[in-house]
């Protein structure tokens, strides 16, 4: 145990601070960091250099390399740089990489050096050009801050959704200022800016000045300045050698230290733990590394090589060109456990199992007095909690080797906070492994989640760990082995060096029925990658044909979806696509090809009957259906014509038409109808009244209610009404009207072919003889 806590380092009385090996670097690098560009990704992520930057002692002619490795060395990336000078790179929180240029255009590059986008930062920035930027993660996802040649700031605080804003003018500012960053306060980014002795804060509507509470005298310039992971605290490097650390509102203190040293630090992070009272700030100067807090004396390392600090939520990551190490506060847990003489329950119960392993009575003796206290469940919690905290594999083992041994002596301890730590160590020692390169600690992969592991893993194209990771959590398929086979598949198509066969038979090998794999998705990434044979052959995988339409018409293949959208029966699917073919196609190849297609057809003309009758005539007369033309021009007798001349000349047409398809009986129907029209006319010329539109037999009636009997006899000897009905229609007026003069003389006139009449209420009605 002793030599278990050599590398402690106590800062003050309540805090110990270790930095141990993460990796040794093995990248041979041929320049040293200071000559470079680099950013680092929190949580483990990658490393980019940008090799011989735009500097005045280097040839002109030398093109600079940009290289992406993991955070063990291992390379990810090499490309050579062929646009514009850079100011400052930063990687995004999906792990993307954003290369700032001097005419303030942003390039993005994804893990494996592949381009993704590029946008401005506007003209302004264009025009006075880059001095400095900074990248900086919110609540809302990556920003953005520029600090141009006029001396202003404008800022974007999530690429995703580009809105660049321009902040306040700081009044008489000629020159850069000392140093400047970024915060969030209230969910709104500002800029924190410094100008000898003075500070400023920027936000969208002022620039205001603020004074940190409680800054020692004699300050007459700030030379370095660091935000914490969370941006709840501040740290100020004054040149009088002072570094003042509070919160960012810059309304409360929390301590100062004197590390008498005037030369401005290279960097300045903070280093705290969640949920820790301890807070502390790491400054690394050429050679040397010191820690301070709220303690009189500091903890200080020595660099033996040009080294570059990486803020992390627990912690600070420190690499150089041969180590990659992490400097971070003991967690509690580890410190009640390990530290020289402790009592604490977790450490009797360590020392328990150690002596049951040799087979000693000590461990009795150990366990007896943990007993005694009460405090055995207390111990194995301590044990599990300070396993998730060592990076080495055998400290984890022997900590829950002793959780486990203690458990044996609880009759109720839940097991599922021993079960859980052991999966999660296992797969966070999976992903340290040196060929993977993901150094996370338990807090960080806490705060991450597993999903967006899993997520980063896919971005390394590890798929095989993923997937083995996510059978071992037993994760759901959708969220879990699904999601990665689809990543993997929409990898697998960009691989133009197999034929279009190969990789579709490889896929629906590897996918096949997968739950939660859309085979249009991974199709449509293959026609992003111009392989759009290979795209028509994953959609034949796709059971869903609503999915299969949209892409095979966006792929110009609108023959092919206008046949899956009907075999799939949907008709709203069928539609769509025939919309989409009217528009891409002329009049006459769009008929020609619902031709082929009978049921597009029909779903067609059920659509023009209610949208375009003139598309409806057109396709009636292309496949010479005289039968539904003559239909059509009747119904547009009535729907669309007002004038009488008009209706008859429809009329006539659709009577040609009811020839021309051999249908007399609707030929001689729609003639009755125009005599009928005329008639009707010539009688609202005559008698005035209305009469247009009404039927036969409504118009014999509106005769004979209007007095017109000899009218009505003419119109039933016309159009050859029989004696029956003619009698039943002329009484029915008659009775209606109460005439019952005309009523008895009509009924003398000669025998009733309708039977007799009878009073029924006020009218009389008649009744027909039996089998009428």
Same mark, same amino acid.
């Given at each position: 145990m002793d030599c278990y806590t050599a590398n402690w380092n106590p800062l003050g009385d309540s805090a110990f601070y270790r930095k141990y090996e993460l990796y040794s670097m093995d990248w041979d690098l041929?320049?040293? #960091?200071? %000559?470079? #560009?680099?950013a680092a990704a929190p949580y483990g992520g990658p490393i980019a250099l940008l090799r011989?930057?735009?500097r005045k002692e280097k040839a002109a002619s030398v093109r600079p390399v940009l290289e992406i490795y993991s955070a063990s060395g291992m390379p990810l990336a090499s490309l050579l740089w062929k646009s514009g000078p850079v100011v400052s790179l930063g990687w995004s929180a999906e792990e993307e990489l954003l290369c700032v240029q001097e005419d303030g255009v942003v390039l993005v590059y994804g893990l494996?050096? %592949?381009f993704r986008r590029h946008f401005s930062m506007g003209n302004e920035v264009l025009q006075n050009r880059v001095l400095d930027a900074r990248i900086f993660h919110t609540e809302f996802g990556s920003g953005v801050a520029i600090l141009t040649g006029a001396h202003r700031f404008t800022l974007s605080a999530? =690429?995703? %959704? #580009?809105k660049l804003r321009r902040m306040p003018e700081v009044p008489g500012l000629q020159s850069a200022p000392s140093c400047w960053t970024t915060l969030c306060q209230d969910r709104v980014a500002h800029i924190l800016l410094a100008v000898g002795p003075d500070l400023y804060l920027l936000d969208h509507a002022a620039c205001s000045s603020v004074t940190p509470p409680g800054l020692a005298p004699g300050v007459s310039s700030f030379l370095q300045m660091a935000v914490s992971f969370t941006y709840r605290h501040l740290a100020l490097f004054t040149d009088t050698g002072y570094i003042w650390m509070g919160t960012t509102s810059l309304k409360e203190k929390l301590c100062e230290f004197n590390c008498n040293i005037r030369a401005p630090p290279k960097q300045m992070v903070w280093c705290s733990r969640p949920r820790s009272k301890e807070r502390a700030v790491v400054v690394a100067w050429e050679r040397r590394l010191m820690v301070v807090g709220d303690a009189p004396e500091s903890i200080q390392f020595v660099l033996d090589e040009d080294s570059y600090l990486v803020p992390e #939520? %627990?912690? =600070?990551?420190?690499f150089s060109r041969s180590t990659h190490e992490f400097l971070h506060e003991v967690p509690v847990a580890s410190e009640e456990?390990?530290?020289? +003489?402790?009592? +604490?329950p977790g450490a009797l119960l360590l020392e328990a199992q150690k002596e049951y392993e040799k087979e000693s009575q000590k461990a009795d003796e150990y366990l007896r007095e943990i007993q005694e206290l009460g405090q055995l469940t207390q111990a194995v919690q301590q044990c599990i909690e300070a396993a998730g905290h060592e990076h080495r594999p055998d400290m984890q083992k022997s900590l829950l080797r002793a959780a486990s041994f203690g458990k044996c002596f609880l009759d109720?301890?839940?097991p599922d906070s021993f079960v859980r730590m052991c999966q999660d160590l296992r797969v966070l020692n999976a992903v340290r492994d040196y060929h993977i390169g993901i150094p996370l600690t338990y807090s960080q992969y806490k705060q991450l989640t597993i999903q967006v592991l899993l997520d980063r893993l896919v971005l390394r194209r590890l798929y095989p760990l993923a997937i083995q990771i996510c059978e071992y959590l037993r994760l759901p398929e959708v969220q879990g082995v699904s999601r990665i086979l689809a990543h993997w598949a929409c990898y697998k198509v960009q691989q133009k060096d197999v034929s279009d066969e190969d990789v579709a038979r490889a896929i629906n090998q590897k996918l096949g029925d997968t739950p939660g794999v859309s085979y249009s998705d991974i199709a449509a990434r293959a026609y992003g990658c111009g392989r759009t044979e290979l795209a028509i052959k994953l959609l034949e995988y796709e059971p869903r044909s609503g999915e299969q339409v949209p892409l095979l018409l966006k792929m110009k293949r609108s023959k092919l979806a206008l046949s899956k959208a009907i075999e799939s029966g949907d008709t709203d699917l069928v539609f769509t696509v025939l919309l989409h073919l009217k528009n891409e196609l002329n009049r006459g190849d769009f008929f020609m090809t619902l031709r082929n297609q009978p049921m597009a057809l029909s779903l067609y003309r059920q659509f023009c009957k209610y949208q375009e009758l003139e598309t409806l005539k057109d396709l009636y007369n292309q496949d010479d259906n005289h039968q539904e033309l003559g239909s059509f021009h009747i119904r547009a007798s009535y729907a669309a014509e007002e004038r009488i001349e008009g209706r008859v000349a429809a009329l006539q047409t659709a009577a040609d038409a009811f020839y021309k398809a051999k249908n007399e009986f609707a030929a001689k129907a729609t003639e009755d109808q125009m005599r009928l029209l005329r008639l009707q006319r010539r009688l609202e010329d005559e008698l005035g009244g209305r009469f247009l539109d009404l039927s036969l037999h409504d118009t014999v009636t509106t005769l004979i209610l209007g007095g017109h009997n000899k009218r009505a006899e003419q119109l039933a000897r016309d159009f050859r009404i029989p004696d029956k009905r003619l009698w039943w229609l002329k009484l029915t007026a008659l009775a209606d009207l109460e005439d019952w003069e005309e009523l008895e003389k009509f009924s003398k006139s000669k025998k009733s072919p309708i039977g007799y009449l009878v009073r029924q209420g006020p009218s009389l009605h008649p009744i027909p003889p039996s089998g009428e």
């Open positions: 041929k320049e040293e #960091l200071r %000559d470079c #560009l680099v011989n930057p735009w494996h050096g %592949d999530n =690429v995703g %959704d #580009l #939520l %627990d912690g =600070v990551r420190i456990i390990f530290k020289i +003489a402790s009592m +604490a109720r301890f839940p």
